[in-house]
């Protein structure tokens, strides 16, 4: 488990600095052009990244919440001995 762990936790960061970065970026590109043909074009892609790295940045902690409770009942499955089990 730490090692899932900690590339959850390496996938959460890396989906947060990339987050900062692409917005960093849009808002250097509008400083610097002033086009509005930049906000037209890019719009729509930008949030579209942005919801895929939010939706990554925030899944992970569940989805390492889920494997830590499902090792966890299967390993407490397991050490349940045959003689206990329905119909044994």
């Known amino acids: 488990m730490p090692w ?3 590339q959850l936790a390496t996938l959460a960061t890396v989906a947060v600095g990339l987050f900062v970065l ?4 849009f808002i250097a590109a509008l400083v610097m052009t002033r086009d509005r043909r930049v ?3 890019w ?3 930008l949030l ?3 919801a895929a790295l939010l ?3 925030f899944a992970t902690p ?3 919440l889920t494997l830590k409770v499902g ?6 499955l397991a050490a349940i001995p045959a003689t206990l089990l329905p119909g044994k």
Do not use: W, Y
């Open 71 to 76: 090792s966890f009942l299967v390993s407490t």
């Open 62 to 64: 569940v989805v390492g």
């Open 22 to 25: 692409v917005n960093g970026a």
């Open 4 to 6: 899932i762990e900690s």
């Open 48 to 50: 579209m990244t942005d």
């Open 55 to 57: 939706v990554t940045a």
């Open 43 to 45: 719009t729509k892609p």
């Open 39 to 41: 906000v037209d074009r």
